[in-house]
């Protein structure tokens, strides 16, 4: 059950983020859009990864698994995010959560981990999970029997990120008057989202799969973003 208020701004862990990796340009907001990182805990990784990445690709916070939020920069500048140029990135704020993504369960035989440029073939282990890259993983798990986006499970989200997901989307509601609705059409490649539609969507509102995986309908989020109307 989440009942929740606006994201007390005390909780935020301010990032030392370079001025030179997103835009210090003032825009008017009206959609919030759900990431995940496909990384390990904590956020040093992630950051290595913008970084080094010459595009300025980044989002706002990057929501630690115990609910941190933690801010590379203000919701009111932007960063590429949505992969879908500049007239919906200035026009919105991205949320990461930290989170391995889609999970392999082992099954005993090898199996082709990384990308096609960098393949790792290994001897997965029965019934553990492994990340994309081949990590092996203990984390809580969601299982989708139908699959979503080609993976039938992934790292759950915390109960502590959903809140802070939930408390950072009051604010918002707030201050730039982005609507709350629950967008049913949020989990796939949506018109409206693309058209600049106000609201609340998840990457896999911009792009398709096997693009993108992030972010994946977990229950509970789902019934978070639903509560937030009440």
């Not at 590429?80 to 889609?102: C, F, M, Q, V």
């Not at 499970?153 to 707030?174: A, D, F, I, R």
């Amino acid at each position: 059950m989440f009942n929740l208020k606006p994201l007390n701004l005390s909780k935020i862990n301010a990032v030392d983020f370079p001025a030179n990796k997103y835009f210090r340009e003032v825009h008017d907001k009206k959609q919030a859009v759900l990431h995940h990182t496909v990384s390990g805990p904590g956020i040093r990784g992630d950051l290595k990864t913008w970084l080094a990445n010459k595009y300025r690709v980044s989002t706002c916070i990057i929501i630690d698994r115990d609910g941190t939020p933690n801010q590379m920069f203000s919701s009111k500048y932007w960063a590429y995010h949505t992969g879908k140029g500049k007239r919906l990135d200035k026009a919105s704020i991205g949320i990461e959560l930290d989170n391995w993504g889609p999970l392999i369960k082992g099954d005993g035989d090898i199996f082709n981990f990384g990308t096609k440029s960098k393949p790792k073939n290994k001897v997965t282990q029965e019934g553990e999970f492994y990340a994309v890259y081949g990590n092996r993983v203990t984390v809580p798990v969601t299982h989708y029997p139908d699959n979503f986006r080609g993976y039938n499970y992934y790292e759950s989200y915390t109960t502590e990120q959903l809140n802070t997901v939930g408390e950072l989307l009051l604010l918002w509601e707030q201050r730039y008057g982005i609507p709350l609705d629950y967008n049913e059409d949020m989990w796939k490649v949506s018109q409206r989202a693309l058209k600049g539609t106000p609201g609340v969507w998840s990457h896999t509102s911009y792009r398709p799969a096997p693009e993108k995986t992030d972010c994946h309908p977990q229950p509970e989020l789902i019934e978070m973003l639903k509560s937030l109307k009440s």
